[in-house]
Nanobody
Framework: QVQLVESGGGLVQTGGSLRLSCAQSGRFFSTYTVGWFRQPPGKERAFVAA????????NHADAVKGRFTISRDNAKGTVSLQMNSLRPEDTAVYYC???????????????WGQGTRVTVSA
């Protein structure tokens, strides 16, 4: 079992920045992938970014490339999502998740946090 706790969400104006953090605990292996997904109101959950813990290799969705950056802190055991140039369409509940296999499909992720809400005002 892996436990995940997200933090850092909130209300921000268009063009602003937020930094989300995901703290993991439990039976976490360095081969795992940690991803961020988001679910806007009334829409399906969508991939945002992911990082393979052991290699640091990252993948970002086209919708956030150049604005969002995923990173990890080995010492703290956390994964962060730095979000810059935020837009109203970034409004969503953001979830941290862990996968043994990786990828961009939500169903391939085995463990999920409770989510943190991000609201971007126009």
């Amino acid at each position: 079992q892996v436990q995940l706790v997200e933090s850092g969400g909130g209300l921000v104006q268009t063009g602003g920045s937020l930094r989300l953090s995901c703290a993991q605990s439990g039976r976490f292996f360095s081969t795992y992938t940690v991803g961020w997904f988001r679910q806007p109101p009334g829409k399906e959950r969508a991939f945002v970014a992911a990082i393979t813990w052991s290699t640091g290799i990252t993948n970002h969705a086209d919708a956030v490339k150049g604005r969002f950056t995923i990173s990890r802190d080995n010492a703290k055991g956390t994964v962060s999502l730095q979000m810059n140039s935020l837009r109203p369409e970034d409004t969503a509940v953001y979830y941290c998740a862990v996968s043994r296999l990786g990828g961009v499909i939500a169903s391939s992720y085995d463990y999920w946090g409770q989510g943190t809400r991000v609201t971007v005002s126009a």
